[in-house]
């Protein structure tokens, strides 16, 4: 160690600085993109036209559909919940609001295999409500229901997540003015607030829809793999997988990483947005 | 009226009732009854019998593999996370906006993709097992694979909460430190490291806490064989494939224990980081 008496201060060491930048760059490039780089290789390994060939299979058609259709129920619902959770703890003081936030984080520290599994035992066939169900013919678990509801509990807290403290730091006093001048609950909603939240709104919806279309671990416990009816997309993937057919394993895997670079693509411009707005 | 007035306090704005009541409701259908379903259908076993599943050899093996790979994972993350923490808040290099953006990727990325991934990249044939194994190196299929995959995972963690921690160390600490002679280790292990260091910990238990629970990244490189590369989600999943709810509810509560521990731990050391920030002014 140099012991060099600080003739300038806050002196960078230019050697400990390209070490430092280095050993990140490397380890970033290991474990990130070179994940990234193998499944776009694999992917087109045998060229466009067997890649584009095993997307167009039913299955994984019925898989993107699956997926689709999923993302498009799960996402309004948590969303219209996280715009609530949000308004009634951020606008109003009352009992137990702690406790409240404390449970809407739950979902975020709960195993996602421990999230299906939570579903299996109300709805399967040995569940709580499995005979019930059994005897009128309802199918949940193993089933479009069943997906749709881990899939909710695991995405469930991020749009409260980053709403909560967006609202928390804009404080009441634009709305409590809007009521006061006349304007009904929804007007104030639309109106005053919603305007200064859309960016942290926007952002919570790409985080959950990104999450949505990619879970794996929820929805392999309560989706039973029956090919071309419950598989999602990430199932798919693994199925392909397990079968060695690697080209149409990674096929698929491509689609949920262009999803993966859009949602860092869309958070970014996001971020970049509401920061702007924030200047102004 | 009187106990609703002193359950929440009054104010002039509506819709308290309605969105509370929507909340309320959903979060109890989505989140409390399914989880009140599963605590349940583990306590009704017998203490004993309870005990017997979770203490099973199988089932000690896989909390061995799922601790230990998790404890090394976020420890590795804790070490080069902080050093990306550090490159991006501290150095201008070419392409930090990039190393920025791209640190949220194991947030995005599904898990099933980047399990597959990783399998391929460390099998004996891929691209990084070729160079490995003759040195004797095997990730793939071993616990090392195990804790490759919840490393990648786990990273945005540490990095995402350390780099708010160190923009906000007071620089000119550090340079008044410098200039009553202290050597940048000395800064380092003196000023910078203990402002930082509570977030480093809330990291460190939240890569720990998402690496214990993580299913789809590992199981691909895991080779799930039973009592050596079986983590404990594998473990619920093949219980319940063989019908046993009652085995898969009792290892699903342990897990949701330790759960439940974490988010203690990160309450706490939250505590202890106001405390600090508080005791600084």
Redesign the interface.
């Given at each position: 160690?140099s012991?060099r008496?600080?003739a300038t201060?806050?002196?960078?060491?230019p050697v400990v600085?390209v070490l430092?930048?280095g050993?990140?760059?490397a380890?970033?490039a290991l474990?990130?993109?070179?994940?990234?780089i193998?499944?776009l290789s694999?992917a087109f390994s045998r060229g466009f036209t067997v890649y584009f060939e095993a997307l167009r299979t039913p299955d994984t058609l019925a898989a993107i559909r699956l997926t689709l259709v999923t993302a498009a129920i799960v996402v309004p619902?948590n969303t219209?919940?996280g715009?609530?959770?949000a308004?009634?703890i951020a606008?109003?003081?009352?009992?137990g609001k702690q406790i409240?936030i404390?449970?809407?984080?739950?979902?975020f520290?709960?195993?996602?295999?421990?999230?299906g599994?939570?579903?299996?035992?109300?709805f399967?066939?040995?569940?709580?409500f499995g005979p019930w169900l059994n005897a009128r013919d309802i199918q949940i678990v193993f089933a479009l229901p069943g997906i749709v509801?881990a899939t909710?509990?695991v995405t469930?807290p991020y749009v409260?997540r980053e709403l909560i403290p967006i609202i928390q730091l804009q404080g009441?006093e634009s709305?409590?003015a809007a009521?006061?001048l006349g304007a009904?609950?929804w007007t104030?909603?639309f109106r005053v607030t919603l305007p200064s939240i859309r960016w942290g709104l926007l952002y919570g919806v790409i985080?959950c829809n990104?999450r949505a279309?990619?879970?794996?671990?929820a929805v392999?416990?309560v989706s039973g793999h029956i090919r071309g009816l419950t598989t999602t997309?990430?199932?798919q993937?693994?199925v392909l997988?397990d079968e060695y057919d690697?080209t149409g394993?990674?096929a698929v895997?491509s689609l949920?990483?262009l999803?993966?670079?859009f949602?860092?693509i869309g958070?970014?411009v996001v971020e970049a947005l509401g920061a702007r707005r924030r200047r102004a | 009226m009187a106990t609703a007035k002193a359950w929440v306090s009054p104010s002039v704005l509506p819709g308290f009732g309605l969105t509370l009541g929507f909340a309320g409701v959903f979060l109890a259908s989505i989140v409390l009854i399914p989880m009140a379903a599963l605590v349940i259908r583990a306590g009704s076993l017998p203490l004993e019998e309870l005990w017997r599943i979770a203490t099973e050899p199988r089932a000690l093996a896989s909390y061995r593999l799922s601790f230990g790979a998790s404890l090394i994972a976020a420890g590795i993350n804790a070490v080069f996370g902080f050093i990306i923490a550090w490159c991006l808040v501290r150095y201008r290099f070419p392409g930090r906006r990039i190393v920025d953006a791209i640190i949220d990727l194991p947030f995005a990325l599904p898990t099933a993709v980047s399990g597959i991934a990783l399998a391929t990249v460390f099998a004996p044939q891929g691209w990084l097992g070729q160079w490995l194994t003759p040195l004797g190196v095997q990730v793939a299929y071993t616990w090392l694979g195990v804790t490759v995959a919840l490393t990648l995972i786990g990273l945005p963690f540490v990095v995402r909460t350390v780099q708010p921690a160190l923009e906000e160390v007071d620089r000119s600490l550090e340079e008044a430190a410098e200039s009553l002679g202290a050597s940048r280790a000395m800064v380092f292990r003196r000023v910078i490291l203990p402002t930082v260091l509570p977030s480093l910990a809330t990291g460190f238990t939240l890569a720990f806490a998402r690496a214990i629970g993580e299913y789809g990244s590992v199981i691909f490189i895991a080779g799930n064989l039973p009592m050596r590369t079986e983590i404990t989600p594998l473990l619920i999943i093949i219980k319940l494939e063989q019908y046993d709810y009652l085995g898969a509810a009792a290892l699903g509560l342990v897990m949701l224990c330790v759960s439940f521990l974490m988010l203690l731990t990160i309450n706490a050391i939250n505590g202890w980081r106001i405390r600090r920030a508080a005791g600084r002014r």
């Amino acid at each position: 160690m140099s012991k060099r008496k600080a003739a300038t201060v806050r002196s960078q060491n230019p050697v400990v600085r390209v070490l430092l930048v280095g050993v990140s760059v490397a380890f970033l490039a290991l474990f990130l993109i070179v994940p990234v780089i193998a499944v776009l290789s694999y992917a087109f390994s045998r060229g466009f036209t067997v890649y584009f060939e095993a997307l167009r299979t039913p299955d994984t058609l019925a898989a993107i559909r699956l997926t689709l259709v999923t993302a498009a129920i799960v996402v309004p619902l948590n969303t219209m919940f996280g715009v609530a959770a949000a308004w009634a703890i951020a606008k109003f003081d009352f009992r137990g609001k702690q406790i409240l936030i404390t449970l809407i984080d739950l979902p975020f520290s709960v195993s996602p295999v421990i999230a299906g599994l939570m579903f299996v035992l109300l709805f399967g066939a040995q569940g709580w409500f499995g005979p019930w169900l059994n005897a009128r013919d309802i199918q949940i678990v193993f089933a479009l229901p069943g997906i749709v509801l881990a899939t909710m509990l695991v995405t469930f807290p991020y749009v409260a997540r980053e709403l909560i403290p967006i609202i928390q730091l804009q404080g009441r006093e634009s709305e409590e003015a809007a009521v006061s001048l006349g304007a009904g609950g929804w007007t104030t909603f639309f109106r005053v607030t919603l305007p200064s939240i859309r960016w942290g709104l926007l952002y919570g919806v790409i985080l959950c829809n990104a999450r949505a279309m990619g879970e794996f671990g929820a929805v392999a416990v309560v989706s039973g793999h029956i090919r071309g009816l419950t598989t999602t997309m990430p199932l798919q993937a693994q199925v392909l997988y397990d079968e060695y057919d690697i080209t149409g394993a990674f096929a698929v895997a491509s689609l949920l990483m262009l999803l993966a670079l859009f949602t860092l693509i869309g958070k970014t411009v996001v971020e970049a947005l509401g920061a702007r707005r924030r200047r102004a | 009226m009187a106990t609703a007035k002193a359950w929440v306090s009054p104010s002039v704005l509506p819709g308290f009732g309605l969105t509370l009541g929507f909340a309320g409701v959903f979060l109890a259908s989505i989140v409390l009854i399914p989880m009140a379903a599963l605590v349940i259908r583990a306590g009704s076993l017998p203490l004993e019998e309870l005990w017997r599943i979770a203490t099973e050899p199988r089932a000690l093996a896989s909390y061995r593999l799922s601790f230990g790979a998790s404890l090394i994972a976020a420890g590795i993350n804790a070490v080069f996370g902080f050093i990306i923490a550090w490159c991006l808040v501290r150095y201008r290099f070419p392409g930090r906006r990039i190393v920025d953006a791209i640190i949220d990727l194991p947030f995005a990325l599904p898990t099933a993709v980047s399990g597959i991934a990783l399998a391929t990249v460390f099998a004996p044939q891929g691209w990084l097992g070729q160079w490995l194994t003759p040195l004797g190196v095997q990730v793939a299929y071993t616990w090392l694979g195990v804790t490759v995959a919840l490393t990648l995972i786990g990273l945005p963690f540490v990095v995402r909460t350390v780099q708010p921690a160190l923009e906000e160390v007071d620089r000119s600490l550090e340079e008044a430190a410098e200039s009553l002679g202290a050597s940048r280790a000395m800064v380092f292990r003196r000023v910078i490291l203990p402002t930082v260091l509570p977030s480093l910990a809330t990291g460190f238990t939240l890569a720990f806490a998402r690496a214990i629970g993580e299913y789809g990244s590992v199981i691909f490189i895991a080779g799930n064989l039973p009592m050596r590369t079986e983590i404990t989600p594998l473990l619920i999943i093949i219980k319940l494939e063989q019908y046993d709810y009652l085995g898969a509810a009792a290892l699903g509560l342990v897990m949701l224990c330790v759960s439940f521990l974490m988010l203690l731990t990160i309450n706490a050391i939250n505590g202890w980081r106001i405390r600090r920030a508080a005791g600084r002014r």
